[in-house]
């Protein structure tokens, strides 16, 4: 089992910067993967960015996070972390921490609670 806890969110103006916070916990040696996606109201749930626990922490970036976003990891902390920077109005969602481990032979997919991000003037 894989923990998750978010922090980082709140209000911002356009133009503005965040920094969003995941602290993973529990069976940690498991995850080989960890990521952000968000979800808008009346929207799926859609990627933002992931970050590979090996390989060099190999990135992916969804289209409109690529220039503005930025993902990173520390292992020592078991925490992941984004950057965003240039927030726009549309960049407003509930942000959630996921984690992909490996146990057994199978993939198991861990979510945060989410964490609420605001771009307003």
């Known amino acids: 089992q894989v923990q998750l806890v978010e922090s980082g969110g709140g209000v911002v103006q356009p133009g503005g910067s965040l920094r969003l916070s995941c602290a993973a916990s529990?069976?940690?040696?498991?995850?080989?993967?960890m990521g952000w996606f968000r979800q808008a109201p009346g929207k799926q749930r859609e990627l933002v960015a992931t970050?590979?626990?090996?390989?060099?922490?190999?990135?992916n970036y969804a289209d409109f996070a690529r220039d503005r976003f930025s993902i990173s990891r520390d292992n020592a902390e078991n925490t992941v972390f984004l950057e965003m920077n240039n927030l726009r109005v549309e960049d407003t969602a509930v942000y959630y921490c996921?984690?992909?481990?490996?146990?057994?032979?199978?993939?198991?997919?861990?979510w945060g609670q989410g964490t609420q991000v605001t771009v307003s003037s």
């Open positions: 996921c984690a992909n481990a490996l146990s057994g032979g199978r993939v198991y997919d861990y």
């Open positions: 970050v590979l626990s090996e390989n060099g922490g190999l990135t």
């Open positions: 529990g069976t940690i040696s498991s995850i080989y993967r």
